[in-house]
Each structure stands twice: as structure tokens, then as C-alpha cells.
């Protein structure tokens, strides 16, 4: 079973920038196809971005595309979420998951359903 932990929220203006780190444990994380979601005050959670468990593909929802960037080192078991041109809309709780996926290839899962495992997440607040 993998273990997720998230890292690197906090407070930043308008314009700025963040990277939020998700730390994997466990067998076989090279495996998993990871994946960050978002809730916001008053929100569903969405979708944000996703990489695949070799780090060749990716996928962003249409707010983000542009100004985030997901990445993974796999010899680190780490997922980054580099954060640009940060909005207060931006504002949320940010999750780290992973999808299982073994040696299949599949598309990128970007609903919350496909995620077989969840972080607790780490607050990213954006001042106005």
C-alpha cells in the first residue's frame, strides 16, 4: 500500500508562485499513475493535474493549463506541483493521489474515482 504526504502550501500574493510536494511510500510507486485534485471554500473538489507513473505524459484542467506544471522524480518517489502566476481563485486544500496502473497503459485519470489512494492535502492560500 502506498502512503502519501503532502508539502510546501502556504500563504502568497497575487502573481506568485508555489511547489507543492507529495512524498510516496510503500512497493512499486513507479506504478501509479499520480495525480493532484483541489477543493476550494464552498467547492467540489476538482481535478488539477496528472502524470503518468514514467513521468511521459500529462494532463491539466483548463484553469491551470499555462501556469502549472506536474512533474515526478521517480528515484525520489516525489510528485511536484510547480504553481505560477498564482490567483486568489487558486485558492484551495491541494490532494495528492495515485491510480494504479501496473504495466497497462491507460489515459491519464482525471476523475476523483479513478484514485485508488489519497493524501490529507495542504492548504495553498493566494492574497489578493
Known amino acids: 500500500q502506498v502512503h502519501l504526504v503532502e508539502s510546501g502550501g502556504g500563504l502568497v500574493q497575487a502573481g506568485g508562485s508555489l511547489r507543492l510536494s507529495c512524498a510516496a511510500s510503500g512497493r512499486d510507486v513507479n506504478l501509479y499513475d499520480m495525480g493532484w485534485f483541489r477543493q476550494g471554500p464552498g467547492k467540489e473538489r476538482e481535478f488539477v493535474a496528472g502524470i503518468s507513473r514514467r513521468g511521459g505524459r500529462s494532463s491539466y484542467s483548463t484553469p491551470v493549463k499555462g501556469r502549472f506544471t506536474i512533474s515526478r522524480d521517480n528515484a525520489k518517489n516525489t510528485v511536484f506541483l510547480q504553481m505560477n502566476s498564482l490567483k486568489p481563485e487558486d485558492t484551495a486544500v491541494y490532494v495528492c493521489?495515485?491510480?494504479?496502473?501496473?504495466?497497462?497503459?491507460?489515459?491519464?485519470?482525471?476523475?476523483?474515482?479513478?484514485?485508488?489512494?489519497w493524501g490529507q492535502g495542504t492548504q495553498v492560500t493566494v492574497s489578493s
Open positions: 493521489a495515485a491510480d494504479y496502473v501496473g504495466e497497462t497503459y491507460y489515459p491519464i485519470p482525471t476523475l476523483e474515482y479513478e484514485y485508488d489512494i
